[in-house]
């Protein structure tokens, strides 16, 4: 009887054990495909304007209804490190494209736009209405008249 226990709980051990570096793995391989994509649409880099972490998350091209344009999803990631309420909205970024030209974002459009608490982050999208032939673009965090931010991104394929 001692030894069919022993040889069950033998077996049980052996099961979790595989069971456990099995998913290790996997969450591994999913981290690397991230940061391969991240790396290849060139937002990885998280920027810093008076404490204030902004990161691009997410970059995605469609087609918009009528076939004319593109349209352009950024995802922000922005994190509030400082000890007072921010307040930041999608209005307050442009897209500067290869010939110097800006773009504002689609005002119809469901842009983010809220204040983060202190320590707390917020997750948004911003929508811009772009040109067919467009390849490359700088994001640009301009509050007021002067930028503070910029990011050179590279358009991602159409979905």
């Known amino acids: 009887m001692i030894k069919r226990i022993a040889i ?3 077996t ?5 054990t595989l069971v456990a570096c099995g998913n290790s793995d996997t969450t591994t391989d999913d981290n ?31 087609e918009s209804g009528d076939g004319k ?18 307040a930041i909205g999608g209005g307050d970024f442009k897209l500067k494209t290869a010939k110097d030209k800006t773009i504002k974002v ?7 736009g809220d204040e983060i608490a202190a320590g707390k982050t917020l997750t948004g999208k911003v929508y811009f209405n772009l040109p067919k032939d467009m390849e490359k673009a700088t994001l640009v965090y301009q509050p007021k008249d002067k930028s503070e931010a910029e990011w050179e991104v590279t358009l991602p394929e159409k979905e």
């Open 32 to 62: 690397t495909t991230k940061s391969t994509e991240t790396t290849k649409n060139n937002v990885s880099t998280t920027k810093t304007v008076n404490n204030i972490d902004m990161k691009i998350g997410n970059l995605k091209l469609t």
């Open 106 to 112: 689609d005002p119809k459009a469901s842009n983010f």
């Open 8 to 10: 069950f709980s033998l």
């Open 69 to 86: 344009q593109d349209i352009l999803q950024v995802e922000m990631n922005i994190q509030n490190n400082s000890n007072t309420p921010f």
């Open 12 to 16: 049980i051990l052996t099961a979790i």
